[in-house]
DNA sequence: CTCGATACTGACGTATGCGTTAATTATAAT
DNA sequence: ATTATAATTAACGCATACGTCAGTATCGAG
């Protein structure tokens, strides 16, 4: 399309989902994209709406709290007072769970680094680094 | 019970799971505990399984995903040099899955803390430092 | 104008992860 | 001995997140 817009089959394929995922999600509330005729059209802000939907996806939430989550990146009030407190305190919860699921992944990472010793060490071999304390970066 | 020996209803108050989740999981080989008659038992190793597995559903793996897991902490044979290998490569493949994740996280975190800066401006106020970059075990 | 490609709206189907009776049994307390 | 309390299996139910037709419409190419 325009490079702006974009069909349904172009961002399904762009993100290797499926058009009823897409369909799925107006449904739901997450990606509404404008109609020409009854066809949909998806903006660049629908296409970064996908991404984010996709990241949540990835990180175990429901659709239903990464509607939450979307709607934080795009505020609707953008100027009411007790809207921008109400996106704050929402903001500080979302971070609440992000960092809970850090913690998680730091922990499972931790766990994952004995075994591999065990099973290197087992193996008869040596390794000074263990790679979960590499600078992330550079895995 | 004896302190390193758990009823099915001991552990899933203690996890805050209903007693069907432990059951559900049995069926799929995750924790699979000792009976007494037709009672479960549950052991002290069965319990660390159910805290990995929980840990595993808060960062949205399937029960498939986390039996695969979970069976990389519990090596079978932890001798044969195959086994060995084996383990080895599932341990780098879920490290990938888990630093991917964690860089999901990281973009999260980052695009939130644009948003509350704007948010914070447009309320007037002023903030040096972002939440997200404080350190993680201070919030 | 017909054909193929693409899109649309239902609507039913399906895998996952449990919830919820129901009917029964075993254990513990009075 | 009787009654709670806690445990078991079996089986149906349900929300989530789509998959998969079926039937129809649109639109550009030949």
């Known amino acids: 399309?325009?490079?702006s817009e974009y069909?349904?089959?172009d961002l399904s394929q762009a993100f290797m989902v499926t058009p009823r995922t897409?369909?799925?999600y107006e449904q739901r509330g997450l990606i509404v994209p404008r109609?020409?005729?009854v066809t949909?059209?998806?903006s660049e802000k629908d296409r970064v709406r996908l991404e984010l939907a996709l990241r949540?996806?990835?990180?175990?939430?429901?659709?239903?709290?990464?509607k939450e989550i979307i709607d934080i990146y795009e505020p609707k009030q953008a100027?009411?007072?007790?809207?921008l407190i109400f996106l704050l305190k929402k903001l500080h919860e979302k971070r609440k769970d992000l960092i809970n699921k850090f913690n998680d992944i730091k922990e499972t990472l931790n766990a994952m680094d004995a075994v591999e010793e065990r099973a290197l060490?087992?193996?008869g071999k040596r390794q000074g680094v263990r790679a979960s304390q590499m600078p992330l970066d550079l895995i």
Not at 56 to 66: A, N, Q, T
Not at 79 to 83: A, G, L, M, S
């Open 1 to 3: 399309m325009t490079g």
């Open 7 to 9: 069909s349904i089959s």
């Open 22 to 24: 897409l369909r799925f």
């Open 35 to 37: 109609r020409q005729g």
């Open 40 to 42: 949909r059209i998806y």
């Open 56 to 66: 949540g996806k990835r990180l175990g939430f429901s659709l239903e709290e990464i």
């Open 79 to 83: 100027d009411d007072p007790r809207q």
């Open 121 to 123: 060490s087992a193996l």
